[in-house]
């Protein structure tokens, strides 16, 4: 069972940097691949970013030059750093784990077994 706790959101100008961290429970971190998934009102769940167990990432398109995902398995912890960023960032940000061992990131949230309660994300003109 892998349990995760989202923190580092908060309300920010457009422009600005916030760094999200996702911390993990469990034994298995270092071999689960990890996502950042964000919902705005009255939206879908979209993806963000994900990493591998070997640290691959792939990025949605609207965040590239942006964002960046980083892990640190020692601290059984996933980031999210977000600069430069936008009113159209305002979301919650949730993070996810697949349950699958040695498995690739996905793009899709129905490949993910555990998810966080997520961090609230405000980005203000």
């Known amino acids: 069972q892998v349990q995760l706790v989202e923190s580092g959101g908060g309300q920010v100008q457009a422009g600005d940097s916030l760094r999200l961290s996702c911390a993990a429970s469990?034994?298995?971190?270092?071999?689960?691949?990890m996502g950042w998934f964000r919902q705005a009102p009255g939206k879908e769940r979209e993806f963000v970013a994900a990493i591998s167990w070997r640290a691959g990432t792939d990025l949605a398109d609207y965040v590239k030059g942006r964002f960046t995902i980083s892990r640190d398995n020692a601290k059984k912890t996933v980031y999210l750093q977000m600069n430069s960023l936008k009113p159209e960032d305002t979301a919650v940000y949730y993070c996810a784990a697949r349950g699958t061992p040695y498995s690739s990131g996905s793009l899709y949230s129905k490949d993910y077994d555990y998810w966080g309660r997520g961090t609230q994300v405000t980005v203000s003109s």
């Open positions: 469990g034994r298995t971190f270092g071999s689960a691949a």
